[in-house]
């Protein structure tokens, strides 16, 4: 079965004069409103047709159709009519695509001709049957109307045509072997939905009629492959904007033919899982090298061993993104997670070079050998004149003697990194809310809490567990806390999260390569 799916405007029935056109006006005129319509060419050019509101042309043939059926013309369908006959095709069925606002243009607001009430092309079903079963004697015909309700918005609101179009093409209970879509005449809008839901029902079955009214010569098919890359093209680009690589990947795998672009979608999808490891690895690659050399460099010298913060900068980067998707348990989670792997970083990279960490059974351990290192990490430890500990450096001193050893959780990782770097006090205060005594105060506790909670998380409790109001004061505590911890190993301070983030200079170069798919 081929069916032909027919948009329709006052584009399509035309006047090959306007001679008559007066006395028409006469016997049709109370049915107008009185209102002074006149047929007007397009262009000033001698053999142009002459155009009407498609609903005045429809009233005017219902009213004398034996006096203007002579003087029709069909511009558009004439091109598309002798294609599908040039190629032999035959057609099934002829679906029309029609106009009727009647619902939300009440007879009050008819009284002027600029009113899109007169555009509607509901009375041209008559000539446009005549038209079709002329040239198409075997074809069955469906009229299908679009008739928002007086609730809705007109048929030149984007949004609200293309559910409308989207519903009744969705409900079409046809199987057809090709759909040959004309969809140029009528509003933008209904043009735009048509294309959209056609594609979206029959897919690459569909073929689109081309053409244009002043050279009908030119009328051409264009395979719906065409269509689809484009829209599909449009809507990662959308997508990018969120960002959401999956959903990017999914949408454009079958026109991905640079493996490239490959590369830098796949590593940012294995970024968006916090796979950062798996991220960077997409980087050492030759071709990458040679395509995109500083971005390459970068995250191959920021990725070394010494730089054993990069990951949490990733990680606070992934957590302003979900912010910024309004998905605030997840904003929640990766912030947290950050100082988590920050602190982490920064106790294998402090005491791990000396052999002072070992692991049992998956966790990680802080040996006894530390309490000997010739940097005295506990020499500050302070004791009773009893010997017993009086501060909690001390006391994890005891604990390493007793256990020969000690695990290295967040609290115990946080005693050791304020002991080491004491200067937070005045440098970097707030850091003081990862082992505040107040458990009202210290975000661990809370992060304890939260997370034993079902219920969601709002933007506003998350800014509120951070100690902070604002989207930007949250950037700017989560960048001040990882600045001040890293600081002994960066070169320069970063500047936002998004300057810290790897990724961000990644999705930059993700966004030219598809721009230029």
Known sequence: MNIWLVTTGSSDVQLTTNEHWNDWWQDIKKSLHRLPFEPARSID???????????????????????????????????????????????????????NQENIFPEAERETNRCPYWQDTCQLCPILEGYFQKHFPEAKLTPLMLEPDSLEPGLDDWDAVLGLVRRKIGSLDI????????????????????????????GDRVQFLVSSEYVPKITRMI???????????????????????????????????DDDTRVLLSSAIQW????????????????????????????????????????????????????????????????????EGIFSAWVNYEFGGNNHIEIKKGMSYLKCSVLSDPKGYFSKAKFKQNGDPNDDLAKLKCKIEKDNGVELDLATICKLFRSCRSEYKQECGELKIFWDSDK????????????????????EKLWEFWGVSTSEEWQGRLLKFLNFIAKTDLSKEFKSLEDASLMAQVHQKLKSAIAHL
């Open 45 to 99: 050019d001698e053999g142009e047709p002459y155009r009407l509101p498609a609903r005045v042309l429809g009233i005017a043939y219902d009213r004398l159709p034996d006096e203007v059926r002579p003087y029709l013309d069909f511009p558009l369908l004439k091109g598309f009519t002798q294609k599908l006959k040039d190629q032999g095709t035959a057609i099934d069925l002829i679906i029309i695509l029609m106009s």
């Open 175 to 202: 199987e057809p072997e090709t759909v040959y879509v004309s969809h140029q005449a009528g509003t933008p809008a209904i043009s735009s939905a048509v294309q959209f839901a056609s594609l979206a029902k029959f």
């Open 223 to 257: 395979a719906s492959s065409k269509y689809l890359s484009a829209i599909r093209l449009q809507e990662a680009k959308a997508l990018l904007d969120r960002p959401d690589y999956p959903g990017i990947q999914i949408l454009l795998k079958s026109y991905l033919k």
């Open 272 to 339: 968006n899982s916090a796979e950062f490891e798996k991220f960077s690895d997409q980087f050492r690659n030759d071709n990458l090298l040679e395509k995109y050399p500083e971005l390459v460099k970068d995250i191959q010298e920021r990725t070394k061993e010494e730089n054993w913060w990069w990951i949490a900068y990733e990680e606070a980067y992934l957590a302003l993104t979900r912010q910024n998707q309004d998905n605030i348990v997840e904003a929640f989670f990766h912030s947290f997670r950050a100082f």
């Open 440 to 459: 009202e105060n210290n975000v661990c506790e809370k992060r304890n809490f939260i997370m034993h909670q079902i219920q969601g998380i709002s933007k």
